[in-house]
Each structure stands twice: as structure tokens, then as C-alpha cells.
């Protein structure tokens, strides 16, 4: 079982909605990530948080605006999103950014169609 | 750029079949390679190869890295319908951060 939890399992968003996924973890881990995963690619990374503050962007459309407001959770907030946004979008935590033999720990996600 | 690539994409077999996956990687200042099975949404890890030459195994799993040769394989001995999944490996480099394969998508056929 992913001790890594995810909200909501799905969701189904018309382009002028405004949506939030939620991440949480309680395994003391100081990095967290969001990823979106197209169907039958890997997963892409879009952000990374360490010790709650942002480290990575990887050039990600503003229409997407992640908030780390604590240690334990990550949010991804939706806004005005496009058909080509669809996706599995995955949440995942290391203990830090640090070390190279951390692994990741994977939510089981959100699956995310926009209409 | 890094870069991780996967074969077979995708591959079918019966159970009882010995399937060896296989990732290649082009990653500035390797320090790690990971791999993942995905079977419906959340990857879940299944080993982590820092050292080369040096087998990692888990029941009917195991996995070993040639960091000469830029390359890892994954091997699953007499496998179950339970193993089908997507094998996702990924290669950690001065980038601090996974790059991904495009995943090998395995069937095991009763």
C-alpha cells in the first residue's frame, strides 16, 4: 500500500473551472513532487518542493499553481485548463532532494479529464 | 539532455515464461538506476542499482547494473498474471532528479 495519499482519485473539469488536487504524507519526508503522466508515456516531472519551497519548475503553464503549505501536504491548484491536460497527474515524496539513493514513493494519483 | 531508453516496448508471454526487460541509459554524472512496476496508477519501486556487477533480487525478480556498458536488466523467472504490468526504469543524474524510460508494457497469458 502507498503511504503517499492522494485526492481525488478523479476528476472531471470544464476549462473555466478552478480545481485543487491534494497530496499528503506522513513518512517525515522533506521533498515532494508532482508529476503528470500522459497515457502510455513515463512520467513527466512539473514541480519539486524541498523543505517546502519551491526548487523546480520545469517550465510548467501558469494555469497550473502548486502550494506547499506544509511538510506533510503538497496541493496542485487548476485553473483554466485545456482537452490536452488530461491526465494522471502523480504526487511523490523523498526523504530530501539530497542523496542520490532516495527513492520515490508514489501516490496512486489523480486521473484528470478536462472537457 | 539525459536520456533512458526501454526494450521491448511491450511484450507478451505465458505464465511459467522467464521475460528479461532491459534500460539503457545516457545520464550526466550517473548515480543511480531505478526500477518501478506501474500496474494500474501508482509506480511502486522495486530496486534501487547504484554499484556495477552486483545482482539485486527479490523472489522471482532481479536486476543487475553494467555501468560500463550504460546499461540495467530486469529479469522475471517463471512468471505469474499477476507480474503483468509496465516496467518503468529510471536514472538518477547531476540533474538530481529521475529521468524516466518509456515503460515496457508486460502480458502474461494464463
Known amino acids: 500500500d502507498t503511504e503517499v495519499t492522494q485526492t481525488p482519485k478523479h476528476l472531471v473539469m470544464g476549462m473555466t473551472n478552478k480545481k485543487s488536487l491534494k497530496c499528503e504524507q506522513h513518512?517525515?519526508?522533506?521533498?515532494m513532487y508532482w508529476y503528470k503522466q500522459k497515457a502510455k508515456k513515463p512520467p513527466e516531472l512539473m514541480f519539486v518542493?524541498?523543505?517546502?519551497?519551491?526548487?523546480i519548475n520545469e517550465s510548467v503553464p501558469s494555469r497550473f499553481s502548486p502550494e506547499c503549505p506544509n511538510s506533510s501536504l503538497l496541493n496542485l491548484h487548476l485553473h483554466a485548463l485545456q482537452p490536452e491536460d488530461s491526465a494522471l497527474y502523480l504526487c511523490?515524496?523523498?526523504?530530501?532532494?539530497?542523496?542520490?539513493?532516495?527513492?520515490?514513493?508514489f501516490g496512486s494519483g489523480t486521473q484528470l479529464s478536462v472537457l | 539532455e539525459d536520456k533512458v531508453v526501454q526494450s521491448p516496448l511491450s511484450l507478451v508471454v505465458h505464465e511459467g515464461d522467464t521475460v528479461t526487460l532491459n534500460c539503457s541509459y545516457e545520464v550526466t554524472n550517473f548515480r543511480s538506476l531505478l526500477w518501478y512496476k506501474q500496474e494500474k496508477k501508482a509506480p511502486t519501486f522495486l530496486f534501487m542499482l547504484t554499484s556495477s556487477g552486483i545482482e539485486k533480487k527479490s523472489g522471482r525478480l532481479s536486476s543487475i547494473l553494467d555501468k560500463k556498458e550504460l546499461f540495467s536488466i530486469l529479469n522475471i523467472t517463471a512468471t505469474q498474471t499477476g507480474d503483468s504490468a509496465v516496467y518503468l526504469c529510471a536514472a538518477f543524474g547531476s540533474a538530481r532528479q529521475l529521468t524516466f524510460g518509456s515503460g515496457t508494457q508486460l502480458t502474461v497469458l494464463p
Open positions: 513518512m517525515g519526508h522533506r521533498a
Open positions: 511523490a515524496s523523498s526523504p530530501s532532494r539530497q542523496a542520490f539513493n532516495e527513492k520515490l514513493f
Open positions: 518542493y524541498s523543505y517546502e519551497k519551491l526548487s
